[in-house]
Antibody, heavy 121, light 110 residues
Framework: QLQLQESGPGLVKPSETLSLTCTVS??????????WGWIRQPPGKGLEWIGS???????FYNPSLKSRLTISVDTSKNHFSLRLSSVTAADTAVYYC?????????????WGQGTLVTLSS | QSVLTQTPSGSGTPGQRVTISCSGS????????VNWYQQLTGTAPKLLIY???QRPSGVPDRFSGSKSGTSASLAISGLQSEDEADYYC???????????FGTGTKVTVL
């Protein structure tokens, strides 16, 4: 059974860099069939796609975050990571890692439980 | 910033049918399949419908989806108390090269 687990600091200071890792178990980030992605949800609000990565390192980023965003994959550790720089209060959200599957279009099929990241000085 | 538009809320008594709509554009729903997610309070979204009308294993058949042009809908028949949740539609967007989500619909069981 595939499991995705987000990890990283729950508190980040404004202007610093938010870093999260998603550890994959019961599956492989090296699979040729899937992309791996990040989605976030500010408290009380809707879902926002952040970006996704293939095992080769090929990425798609949300244009609104692209200048601050880096998503990477480490096949040896079977995990992928998110780095978002110069964070502000608007980046406070629950961050979910997901596995994207393809059926008529890519979609998040499996989700991690999510991790809340709060911006606070 | 949600790209797909949903009715903000819906409600019904147990056993009734509730329908949720989702409107997009040619670059997302018009070009790709629609997927639906159920989010219970305090939990991660769960895939409910993929490829417009397909149910993952374990999803009851009282959940059904459909798509026409640049719009889609999710129907919940035989509404149950455990269906009280937020529901989101989603589709891949060819212009964004990313997944776009609906504004979300809160379903209340009266």
């Amino acid at each position: 059974q595939l499991q995705l687990q987000e990890s990283g600091p729950g508190l980040v200071k404004p202007s610093e860099t938010l870093s999260l890792t998603c550890t994959v178990s019961g599956g492989s980030v090296s699979s040729t069939s899937y992309y791996w992605g990040w989605i976030r949800q500010p408290p009380g609000k809707g879902l926002e796609w952040i970006g996704s990565i293939y095992y080769t390192g090929s990425t798609f980023y949300n244009p609104s975050l692209k200048s601050r965003l880096t998503i990477s994959v480490d096949t040896s550790k079977n995990h992928f990571s998110l780095r978002l720089s110069s964070v502000t209060a608007a980046d406070t959200a629950v961050y979910y890692c997901t596995r994207l599957e393809y059926s008529g279009g890519w979609y998040p099929g499996y989700w991690g439980q999510g991790t809340l990241v709060t911006l606070s000085s | 910033q949600s790209v797909l538009t949903q009715t903000p809320s819906g409600s019904g008594t147990p056993g009734q049918r509730v329908t949720i709509s989702c409107s997009g554009s040619s670059s997302n729903i018009g070009s790709n399949a629609v997927n639906w997610y159920q989010q219970l309070t305090g939990t991660a979204p769960k895939l409910l419908i993929y490829r417009n009308n397909q149910r993952p294993s374990g999803v009851p058949d009282r959940f059904s989806g459909s798509k026409s042009g640049t719009s889609a809908s999710l129907a919940i028949s035989g509404l149950q108390s455990e269906d009280e949740a937020d529901y989101y539609c989603a589709a891949w967007d060819d212009s964004l090269n990313g997944c776009v989500f609906g504004t979300g619909t809160k379903v209340t069981v009266l």
